[in-house]
């Protein structure tokens, strides 16, 4: 049976509901989207710091994570379904096991062919935090980076946070930079 959410797969999980929960088409929406849970907690906690500290003002967002392998698919669905009106500001890990089968092809989807969706339909300001290194002699992630300069015409290196170097300092400040009250 496929579930009428998601439509995706035989077997579902509660990930293609997750999102509208408390989602608020009225607030700004900030997407984080990493298949590591881990990830997606430290991330939060740091916001929640960031509001303790009166750095941020979460009461004006709408926060929605996504996360396991098909993290990615289960953020399009509610993008083609139109269910979101805008997507302010993204987070988005590179490389997920996210495949999606259409018309009897497997089509693997990372989190360059997310933002490129996002800035294309909602102008989504992003940043990938990843701990990817995008290896020029790697071939799949020389595609990778080579699509990225292609559609946006900029480095990808411009928007990439590594996560085995990212003080929480550092992410504290891009996060504050994201979510800021004047946005």
Do not use: M
């Not at 083609?80 to 997507?87: L, R, T």
């Not at 990843?130 to 990808?156: H, P």
């Amino acid at each position: 049976k496929i579930c009428n959410q998601c439509e995706f797969y035989q077997k579902c999980n509660k990930n293609c509901l997750e999102w509208n929960k408390n989602y608020d088409s009225n607030k700004k929406t900030f997407v984080i989207i990493d298949d590591n849970i881990g990830v997606i907690t430290i991330l939060k906690d740091l916001l929640y710091e960031l509001e303790e500290e009166e750095r941020i003002d979460l009461s004006e967002w709408n926060i929605l994570t996504f996360t396991t392998k098909q993290a990615g698919i289960f953020l399009l669905k509610p993008l083609i379904k139109k269910n979101f009106k805008k997507i302010d500001v993204a987070l988005i890990d590179i490389t997920f096991g996210n495949i999606l089968r259409i018309s009897n092809k497997n089509i693997k989807i990372n989190g360059i062919h997310l933002a490129y969706f996002l800035e294309k339909y909602f102008k989504t300001d992003f940043y990938f935090y990843t701990g990817n290194q995008l290896n020029e002699y790697i071939r799949s992630q020389k595609v990778l980076k080579d699509f990225f300069k292609k559609e946006f015409n900029e480095d990808i290196e411009k928007y990439i946070i590594h996560k085995n170097n990212a003080a929480d300092r550092e992410l504290k400040f891009l996060l504050t930079s994201l979510l800021k009250v004047d946005k």
